[in-house]
Nanobody, 112 residues
Framework: VQLVESGGGLVQARGSLRLSCAAS????????MSWVRQAPGKGLEWVST????????WYADSVKGRFTISRDNAKNTLYLQMNSLKSEDTAGYYC??????WGQGTMVTVSS
């Protein structure tokens, strides 16, 4: 299993970023997928999950209405569109496949 995140960077508050996670080594559309994040010096925080074909999504209250999770099963890729970014969104973002597969993460830094 390999999960490779990309798309992070430095962005101003109220800006947008789109994260991607390229998956390989497993049948991507057999699994629900998630994004989690870890702010500097803090624990892991679940961000969002979507089902096998993306028909159902869930979001943490902290990102609801600002972030959108999606997937392209033909490309074996998971996405996270992040709008109206806040300084508290600064974190390493990781895609996650149950029961315990993670990527290396991509860092998002939001300047206020």
């Amino acid at each position: 299993v390999q999960l490779v995140e990309s798309g992070g960077g430095l962005v101003q508050a109220r800006g947008s970023l789109r994260l991607s996670c390229a998956a390989s080594g497993f049948t991507f559309d057999d699994y629900a997928m998630s994004w989690v994040r870890q702010a500097p010096g803090k624990g892991l925080e679940w961000v969002s999950t979507l089902t096998l074909r993306g028909e159902t999504t869930w979001y943490a209250d902290s990102v609801k209405g600002r972030f959108t999770i999606s997937r392209d099963n033909a490309k074996n890729t998971l996405y996270l569109q992040m709008n109206s970014l806040k300084s508290e969104d600064t974190a390493g973002y990781y895609c996650f496949k149950a029961p315990g597969e993670w990527g290396q993460g991509t860092m998002v830094t939001v300047s206020s």
